[in-house]
């Protein structure tokens, strides 16, 4: 690919715009969607050069239209096209493999941004960050303890202290007093210092991942400059100067999280060692000492806590602060108080044996519950939140993001049981030489078939209503194509496609019930191992043999289901290492997930969003203010959010003379519905009112992109009526193939593209912002719903 310097206009950065009279320049800036692409399908063209940016996100142009800003005039009225390609911002290089290990890290951060929209309640709204944050903190607290289970208990204090399992494992002979002949390692405080050194390494491979991506990703600050009169009067936070920039906030969360997992560690060396101190016959000597470091763990826990929940972001201002102390000391503090609890559990203890299991059934059992009270709590505030301002499209009644929280701390809960069961049967193989992980564990691995069970129940409504409305649409299908020959597969294969696309907006149906089935089955499994202290096909033993039967095969089965989950999340990181494609799946699901700054857990994926915004801001407002010209921004799919979100941030002047063309967009249909108080109705209305124009397109068959839906009393509508999918029933002169159905794709193929740009180009002024029309007949849809030449039927999606 050809590269260049970024071209010189004219005037300036900062000189006037172009002078009355002269052919004004055009631009047509092209954002791309989930799963990237390359600039030489944005652009048409496989000349294509580089204007601006770096190998991870840059602007593209055509060859031949470097330099159109010093020829006006020379494409004809045309838009120049550029296109800014961000798909290395999500799939790269092959450690973006290790992103897996934070999914439960992005679950709960998405949950911080899923709360109601809220009007003057600041302080509900900080109670509801602070809550979250708390339970992003449970989180990584949640993945430390289970790197501890597998290291220090499952096999430096069970495995290295049976005999049998440590001859088959023979890496271990230096911490066996059996293999090793009572070696200077084999000692169980030596033996759990050694093995805490993995925990404390996953502890720093998170903090070096962390302040890694902030430095590749979301470092960009945004553009400031001297406020403007009406600059606050943005309806959505989006448009904040310090939105996208949470420099902070990210620093001192990453300190405290980083300490967090630091203490956990210390924690699971310092309880065992203190309490074979405290008992008789222990080192009575040492026992001070263990209070000593319990005491000061327990204190410097305390500050942890105080760190994250004191500050939240700050959004109303390009906050450059860092806390330079706070952030260095937080981390070193924990690190040198493990290092003293390393070296006390190292002193010699005579008589010290290792037997049963380490005390885990009490952290993960307060780690679960203290993330069902969090989750509780959350959805508390949520409801209040709701009811005093209701939106009748927001998910589930705004109770979104507690449902996703809950998620989040389930997933982290299977996947903690699913690494720990899975390492206890491969050390123990077939015999029976150690006792195995933490009860708890056992039955949060067994309510996974049960839960499976349930989702027959969603899963098959589901599909009786996509049946349905797969019949009511083979109808409407036969509507949108009058007079031609009826083609009875082609009639079912675009309503099974218009149906299936519908299944989206069921998706709050499902993650309902999802988590409300894991709510009730989570608290059921943590008063089972609570109560019994017994794994359930022990618990059961002595009731009815059906009763018994079920809980064995539960049991047997989640932890089979474990095993091969853990299996093919190691096989997907490995393959997503080796293979680009792989890698690219990968980035299509952070595409959405990772829209979001890390606001309530630092070791989640990097926002992308940090990047690309600031790019999109600075080039709208530095072409505008260069040239004079007019500007189309031009997104699809998840590229019209970043459309949205870099309008919203460029000043009320320059964003009065910027049109909008969104299509295939989830701005309402997902992030409206699911992130109220960012992508409500009256952020969105607030979009419309401030650019100079905006006009979205979409199709029924499509399962991402839908209507924007502005209220009415928002101005003249922005939604043209659904376009015709495919463009032609049957063989016609214009397309004598069959046409295919596109669905999210290819929607520039569509001649409603074309004809929508060159009305926001008409409406747009070089210097002021065009008037206000309304849709001429020929342009879309007119009152009376009737689509023009290229819509369908003038049916809104479902």
């Known amino acids: 690919m050809e590269r260049a310097q970024e071209r010189a206009v004219a005037g300036g950065a900062d000189g006037p715009a172009a002078r009355s009279g002269e052919p004004d320049t055009h631009l047509e800036l092209l954002v791309h969607g989930v799963g990237g692409t390359t600039p030489e399908e944005m652009l048409g063209d496989p000349r294509t050069v580089r204007v601006t940016g770096d190998d991870t996100a840059a602007v593209f142009r055509r060859a031949e239209d470097a330099d159109a800003e010093t020829r006006p005039g020379g494409h004809g009225g045309r838009p120049v096209p550029e296109a800014y390609v961000w798909c290395n911002l999500t799939s790269g290089n092959g450690a973006r493999a290790l992103w897996l290990l934070l999914l439960p890290f992005m679950v709960v951060n998405l ?37 501890c289970e597998v290291a220090l208990d499952l096999a430096a204090w069970q495995c290295a202290g049976a005999r049998d399992c440590a001859r088959r494992h023979s890496w271990l002979g230096f911490l066996s007093p059996a293999v090793s002949g009572e070696g200077w390692w084999s000692p169980p405080g030596r ?3 050694v093995a805490a050194l993995v925990p404390t390494a996953l502890t720093g491979l998170l903090w070096y991942l962390s302040h890694r991506t902030w430095s590749a990703y979301e470092s960009e600050k945004p553009p400031a400059g001297t406020p403007e ?54 080192a009575a000597a040492l026992e001070p000492a263990g209070r000593l470091l319990a005491a000061a763990l327990v204190l ?77 709590a959350i959805g508390m505030v949520a409801h209040d939140l709701y009811r005093r301002h209701p939106d009748p499209r927001a998910a589930m009644r705004g109770l979104g993001g507690p449902a996703v929280a809950l998620l989040a701390c389930a997933l982290g809960g299977v996947i903690s049981g699913g690494v720990a069961q899975r390492v206890a049967d491969w050390l123990d193989g077939t015999g029976g030489s150690i006792t195995g992980p933490p009860v708890l564990l056992t039955w949060q691995a067994s309510v996974i078939p049960p839960l499976l069970t349930a989702l027959l129940a969603p899963a098959g409504l589901l599909s009786w209503r996509t049946w349905r409305r797969c019949r009511a649409e083979r109808r409407e299908v036969e509507l949108d194509h009058p007079g031609e020959p009826e083609d009875a597969s082609r009639t079912r294969r675009i309503a099974r496609t218009r149906a299936t696309a519908a299944l989206t907006d069921q998706a709050p149906l499902v993650v309902a019930f999802v988590a409300a089935a894991t709510f009730l089955l989570g608290a059921g499994a943590l008063a089972g191992a609570l109560v019994t202290e017994r794994a359930p096909g022990e618990a059961t033993r002595g009731t009815s043999a059906v009763v018994q039967g079920a809980a064995e095969a539960s049991q047997a089965l989640g932890s089979w289901l474990v095993g091969l989950g853990f299996i093919l999340f190691v096989t997907w990181g490995r393959r997503a290492y080796k293979d680009a494609s792989a890698r690219r799946t990968i980035g299509i699901l952070w595409d959405v997930g990772t829209f979001w700054p890390r606001a309530a857990h630092p070791f989640a994926p990097p926002c992308y969003a940090e990047r690309a915004v600031p790019d999109l801001t600075w080039r709208m407002a530095t072409w505008t203010r260069r040239t004079g010209g007019r500007l189309v921004i031009s997104g699809h799919s998840q590229g019209s959010v970043l459309a949205a979100a870099a309008a919203w941030q460029l000043k009320p002047s320059a964003r009065r003379r910027v049109a909008l063309l969104t299509y295939g967009s989830p701005l309402e249909r997902l992030y409206g519905r699911w992130f109220p108080a960012h992508f409500g109705p009256a952020a969105l209305g607030s979009l419309h009112r401030e650019v100079a124009c905006w006009r979205n397109l979409h199709r029924l068959t499509d399962p991402i992109g839908g209507p924007v839906r502005l209220p009415g009393g928002y101005g003249p509508e922005v939604d043209r009526a659904p376009l015709r999918d495919p463009l032609a029933y049957g063989r016609t002169a214009q397309h004598p193939l069959p046409a295919p159905i596109l669905g999210h794709s290819d929607y520039q193929a569509d001649p409603a593209f074309a004809e929508e740009r060159e009305l926001l180009l008409a409406r747009l002024r070089p210097d002021v912002p065009g008037p206000r029309l309304r849709d001429e007949p020929s342009a879309g849809p007119g009152p009376d719903g009737e689509a023009g030449a290229q819509g369908s039927s003038g049916r809104s999606s479902a």
Do not use: K
Not at 121 to 141: I, Q, S
């Open 229 to 282: 009169p009406d600059e606050h009067t943005c309806r959505t936070s989006l448009g904040r100067p310090g939105f996208w920039y949470g420099r902070r906030l990210v620093a001192r969360l990453r300190a405290a999280h980083t300490a967090a997992g630091l203490l956990t560690v210390a924690a699971a060396v310092v309880t065992p060692t203190a309490a074979f101190d405290h008992r008789a016959g222990g």
């Open 300 to 376: 410097w826990t305390a500050v942890v806590v105080f760190v994250v929940c004191r500050r939240g972001r700050s959004e109303n201002r390009l906050d450059q602060g860092l806390d330079e102390h706070l952030v260095r000391r937080l981390p070193l503090g924990a690190l040198a108080l493990l290092a003293l609890t390393l070296l006390y559990a190292g002193w010699p203890r005579p008589g010290w044996r290792s037997t049963g299991r380490l005390p885990g059934d009490a952290a993960f059992g307060g780690l679960a519950l203290a993330q069902g009270v969090l989750v509780v």
């Open 191 to 193: 033996r759990l210092a």
């Open 111 to 147: 949950a911080h941004w899923m709360r109601p929209a809220a009007h003057g309640r600041n302080r509900a709204v900080r109670l509801y960050g602070l809550l979250v944050r708390l339970a992003g903190l449970t989180l990584t607290m949640l993945l430390v303890a289970a790197a």
